[in-house]
């Protein structure tokens, strides 16, 4: 085993400053054995910045399907025949309904969600503004949105009725990306990234990973998202859904998953990471071991287009690994 080689990992991202790139790829050689061991350290690496809080987060679908963009991971495209549902808006009263419901059982921070390219309609974005501004007043909750390519304007309207933090997924590498998309390009989802930074939004920034991705391109992204300094970044792992471009994709396999957490923790010591989509296929009877390998938040509840774990569940699984969920946003 190359103890001293991930010791050497480990040290440098205790420091605080992640590793480089070259280390990073160094990750993606290890055997379960050696992995076992580096997810020793990465459980370090987790208790130091972040201690035992473990964030949730949860969503609600508040608008669905009919999607211009052609993802080929997302059943919300209109160019695939799924069976996603399709509506629009929700209600004011009903996105604060779920904000409510979120915070019953246990969750700190609440994102709407919105299919499309952007919100840009100027009756959707009132609804969203008077949305945020009503759960800002009658809970605790951190509020995040995922909206598209949003501009700036709109996004400092959303930042003035009182939007916490901006979600927008770079969805994978630069060099991968127009393997997924094609109905805009990277370069548009990084400037989404930054007109929530200019907006003074905190931003969560992430990916999925199981998309026909190398290794390499994994550490690629993970580095441009540190490039981007960002706060969150959601690990999601594909969940192929029959009908979207990506439905016969094999899921990845747990330990892969695992370093995937862990290579993230290394590179993004201090960074808030959340599992996300894809959790309970991926990692199943073995999820806690995502603490272990890194991550400190998951999203709870349900996902965009399909059902997640019990809220109870993973209070439980939290408090059996002497961790502490945490109830509202500090």
């Not at 540190?226 to 899921?251: C, H, V, W």
């Not at 809220?311 to 690994?321: A, C, F, G, S």
């Amino acid at each position: 085993m190359r103890k001293e080689q991930i010791d050497s990992l480990i040290e440098t991202a205790l420091s605080g400053q992640g590793v480089d790139r070259e280390q990073a790829l160094f990750v993606g050689e290890l055997d379960r054995e050696e992995l076992d061991y580096l997810f020793e350290g990465a459980d370090r690496i987790r208790d130091k910045f972040k201690g035992a809080d473990v964030k949730i987060c949860s969503i609600v679908n508040a608008k669905s399907g009919k999607c211009p963009e052609d993802c080929g991971f997302c059943a919300q495209s209109s160019g695939f025949k799924t069976d996603s549902p399709e509506y629009g808006l929700m209600s004011v009263d009903e996105i604060v309904a779920a904000a409510k419901e979120a915070e019953a059982f246990g969750s700190n921070e609440f994102s709407i969600v919105a299919s499309g390219t952007a919100v840009d309609d100027r009756k959707e974005l009132d609804v969203l503004i008077e949305a945020i501004q009503k759960i800002k007043k009658e809970t605790h909750l951190e509020v995040c949105a995922s909206l598209g390519l949003m501009s700036l304007d709109n996004l400092k309207e959303l930042k003035a009725a009182g939007l916490d933090r901006f979600h927008h997924n770079l969805e994978t590498a630069a060099s991968h990306f127009d393997q997924i998309v094609t109905t805009h390009n990277y370069r548009d989802e990084v400037a989404a990234v930054e007109n929530a930074k200019q907006a003074g939004l905190h931003v969560c920034v992430g990916g999925i990973f199981g998309m026909g991705e190398t290794y390499k391109q994994r550490v690629e992204l993970a580095f441009d998202v540190r490039d981007l300094e960002t706060q969150s970044f959601p690990i999601n792992f594909l969940k192929p859904i029959e009908g979207t471009a990506l439905e016969d994709m094999d899921y990845m396999d747990y330990y892969e998953a695992l370093r995937t957490i862990a290579l993230l923790r290394l590179v993004l010591p201090k960074m808030d990471l959340f599992v996300c989509g894809g959790r309970e296929e991926i990692l199943g009877e073995g999820q806690e071991r995502l603490f272990a390998a890194g991550a400190n938040g998951i999203l709870g509840g349900n996902y965009l287009t399909t059902k997640g774990q019990d809220p109870q569940r993973d209070i439980e699984m939290i408090e059996k690994l002497g961790l502490r969920p945490v109830y509202e946003p500090g």
